[in-house]
């Protein structure tokens, strides 16, 4: 089993910045994308930033040039930077990990972020 156990969710105004961390253990022989995604009150998760095993990220149109997603391979973290954070990006970011082959994807709890106006 993996566990993943995210941290740095809180509140901050607009125009501010957080960093969430994920980092996950158990039994883990490698670890494939790695990724964040978000859910805000009355709406369907949605893919935040996701990174490879060789760095290559992408980004929601959403968050393009305002979040960074890194990851440290030896630690199996993933991390986000969120800066210029806007009342929008209000949510429960949840990160993910997926494994395999057979693949499967592991989820962190969730941690609250929000953006105060």
């Known amino acids: 089993q993996v566990q993943m156990v995210e941290s740095g969710g809180g509140l901050v105004q607009t125009g501010g910045s957080l960093r969430l961390s994920c980092a996950a253990s158990g039994r883990i022989f490698s670890i494939n994308a790695m990724g964040w995604y978000r859910q805000a009150p009355g709406k369907q998760r949605e893919m935040v930033a996701r990174i490879t095993s060789n760095g290559s990220t992408n980004y929601a149109d959403s968050v393009k040039g305002r979040f960074t997603i890194s990851r440290d391979n030896a630690k199996n973290t993933v991390y986000l930077q969120m800066n210029s954070l806007k009342p929008e990006d209000t949510a429960v970011y949840y990160c993910?990990?997926?494994?395999?082959?057979?693949?499967?994807?592991?989820w962190g709890q969730g941690t609250h972020v929000t953006v105060s106006s």
């Open positions: 993910s990990a997926d494994f395999g082959p057979p693949f499967y994807r592991s």
